[in-house]
């Protein structure tokens, strides 16, 4: 069945996002929020995380630009957009936000720079695997939220 | 269970109930929409009455107006322009509320100023259900919170 295919290939992709770090523990928590009343409620979040996070994401580059050193301006940038990173099980971007997050402890401008693209590249890399996984749902049809990675 | 008495198995099922009562009124307080977004829903899921909101600000307007009333606070550590500590501050001070503080650090400075502030837990985001749920019955509808 198509439908039956287009899920195993939802699923398959959501294995490989957990198996490669992309995701975490806490994707599986927001999909479990899902019920009748919200049965798109982990795409509706998803797509919140990704709006909020690319005003966030220009905020910093804003930032680095416009206050050269101010390693205590970026840091509280960067800290918004971890939580939210935290609020959907956003793995890597979170580990290349901390990384960030180092470098402003050290005061390391280029160590910032260096992070702040890796943070940027995760972003977009996230943003279209999770763009692919909600497509394959929505076109698998209505229903069954998507089990998790490993069960029945 | 089928070895203990009546009244045993009574009381048992009544904790049971208590564990989780519903209703507790709930005022949230993020700056971050995907945070109360999320936390929303696991406190329905809690059968919980939640309020959201995104300042300080607005969340002490709504406290200090008395219209609405609230078993339990639950805010974020970081935000703009009034932060979770002050917040937490101006509620001991101006009413009796449990506060619980939300963070995506554990920095044990930021943790022992909560608690030194008055805030009854410091919770680390995410935040999960079963973490929430113990509040139900902390916190009862109706009960003094600071027995």
């Not at chain 1, 804003?62 to 800290?79: G, L, T, V």
């Not at chain 1, 280029?110 to 996230?126: D, M, N, P, S, Y």
């Not at chain 2, 606070?73 to 509320?97: A, C, K, N, S, Y």
Request: contains cysteine; glycine residues 6%; negative net charge.
């Amino acid at each position: 069945m198509e439908y039956a295919n287009l899920r195993r290939q939802a699923a398959s992709l959501k294995r490989s996002l957990f198996d490669q770090g992309y995701l975490d523990e806490q994707f599986c928590q927001v999909e479990d929020l899902q019920d009748e009343a919200s049965p798109n409620f982990a795409e509706e979040v998803v797509s919140l995380f990704f709006k909020d996070s690319a005003r966030l994401v220009t905020n910093i580059e804003q930032a680095m630009e416009k206050y050269p050193k101010d390693f205590n301006r970026w840091d509280a940038h960067m800290q918004q957009l971890r939580g939210s990173c935290f609020s959907i099980g956003a793995s890597k971007m979170n580990n290349e936000c901390t990384s960030f997050r180092n470098s402003c402890g050290e005061e390391n401008a280029e160590g910032c720079r260096r992070t702040f693209q890796k943070v940027k590249r995760e972003h977009a890399i996230l943003r279209q695997k999770l763009e692919s996984y909600f497509q394959l749902l929505r076109q698998a049809g209505p229903a069954r939220a998507a089990t998790r990675p490993g069960s029945m | 269970m089928a070895a203990m008495g009546g009244n045993q198995r009574q009381m048992m099922e009544d904790a049971a109930e208590d564990k989780f009562p519903e209703g507790l009124r709930v005022l949230a307080v993020d700056d971050d929409r995907v945070c109360l977004k999320v936390l929303e829903v696991l406190l329905r899921h809690c059968k919980y009455q939640p309020t959201m909101v995104m300042d300080a600000k607005k969340a002490l307007k709504i406290l200090r107006a008395g219209k609405e009333q609230f078993d339990l606070v639950l805010t974020d550590v970081r935000m703009p322009d009034m932060d979770g500590f002050q917040l937490l501050e101006l509620i001991g001070l101006e009413m009796d509320l449990p506060v619980i503080m939300l963070s995506v650090d554990c920095d044990k400075k930021a943790v022992m100023k909560g608690i030194n502030h008055g805030a009854c837990d410091y919770l680390m985001k995410p935040v999960h259900t079963n973490e929430l749920k113990t509040y139900g019955s902390m916190f009862k509808v109706g009960e003094d919170p600071k027995q």
